[in-house]
C-alpha cells in the first residue's frame, strides 16, 4: 500500500552553533536514509546556518533545508530583514511563516498573507502555523480561531502549502491537546482548506507521544522543537514516525 507522506519538521528557533548543525545535518540525513521513502525531513536552524547545513549535505539529501522566516517583499531597504528568493538561493526548500512566537512579537495576519505570496513564489514550500491561545482552547472557540487564521490564505495557491496545527498552549509547555482534540483541529483546518490539505501537529512532540499523534490519519507529519534539537531525540522521533508510517 502507498504511504501518505509525512513531514517531521526540526524547528531549532534561536538555538545551536556552526559545529552542531553541521553534525546534526550528517546524524538526521543518514537516520533519514532509513526511514521509509514516504517520510520528509525537514531542518531548520537559526539563519545563519542556512548555507552551512545544506553544505553539510549531499545533493540529493533526504534531509531538507528550511527558515523559520522571511519577509515580505522580495528586496528593499530593509536592515536586517531577509526574504524568499534569498533563501531559495542559499539552498532551502521550505519555510516555517507565522509561527506564534513570530505573532506573539506583532506579527500580524496582513504581514503573514504577504510573506506567504512571496514564499510561493520563491519556489519555497510555506509552512504555515495556526492554534488556538489558552483562553480559546478553554472556552471551546478553537475552530473559531483556526478559521480566521485561515482566512488570510485568500486566494493563494494551497496545493504546496503546509499547515502545522500548534496550539499556543502546547508549544513549549509538555502539555498536548488529547488525541481528540488534535484529530477534530485537524479535520475543522481540511474542512475549511480542502481535504486534499497536508496538516502537521506541533507542540511539545516528543518520540513518545509521536506515536500516537501521527497514528492519527488526519496527521500529515509534527513541527518539533525542543525534541528535535538533540541528534538522540530526533533519531527516536524519526524511528517512531518509521514504526507508524512503514
Ligand atoms: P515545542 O515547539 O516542540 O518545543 O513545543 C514547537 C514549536 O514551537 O514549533
Redesign the pocket.
Known amino acids: 500500500m502507498k504511504q501518505h507522506p509525512s513531514w517531521l519538521i526540526a524547528?531549532w528557533?534561536m538555538y545551536g552553533s556552526a559545529d552542531s548543525v553541521r553534525g546534526y545535518a550528517f546524524a538526521i540525513n543518514s537516520a533519514l536514509s532509513r526511514a521509509p521513502a514516504s517520510i520528509t525531513g525537514v531542518f531548520c536552524p537559526p539563519l545563519p546556518y542556512l548555507a552551512l547545513a545544506r553544505a553539510a549535505l549531499p545533493y540529493n539529501s533526504r534531509l531538507k533545508i528550511g527558515a523559520q522566516n522571511c519577509h515580505g517583499e522580495k528586496e528593499g531597504a530593509h536592515t536586517g530583514e531577509t526574504s524568499a528568493p534569498m533563501l531559495a538561493d542559499n539552498g532551502c526548500g521550505y519555510v516555517i511563516i507565522g509561527?506564534?512566537?513570530r505573532r506573539a512579537g506583532g506579527e500580524t495576519d496582513a504581514a503573514i498573507a504577504t510573506k506567504l505570496a512571496r514564499a510561493l513564489e520563491a519556489g519555497l514550500v510555506p509552512i504555515l502555523?495556526v492554534g488556538e491561545s489558552a483562553e480559546a482552547h478553554a472556552a471551546g472557540t478553537t475552530t473559531d480561531m483556526l478559521s480566521q487564521q485561515l482566512a488570510l490564505l485568500g486566494e493563494l495557491p494551497l496545493s504546496r502549502v503546509l499547515i502545522?496545527y500548534?496550539p499556543i498552549w502546547?508549544?513549549?509547555?509538555g502539555k498536548t491537546p488529547t488525541a481528540a482534540e488534535i484529530a477534530a483541529a485537524h479535520r475543522h483546518i481540511k474542512s475549511v482548506l480542502g481535504s486534499e490539505t497536508s496538516v502537521l501537529y506541533?507542540?511539545?512532540?516528543n518520540a513518545r507521544n509521536l506515536r500516537e499523534i501521527l497514528s492519527l490519519p488526519e496527521v500529515s507529519g509534527a513541527?518539533?522543537?525542543?525534541?528535535?534539537l538533540k541528534v538522540s531525540d530526533m533519531e527516536a522521533i524519526i524511528a517512531a514516525a518509521a514504526e507508524v508510517r512503514g
Open positions: 524547528n528557533k509561527h506564534s512566537e502555523c502545522a500548534e502546547a508549544i513549549g509547555s506541533g507542540g511539545s512532540v513541527l518539533i522543537g525542543s525534541a528535535s
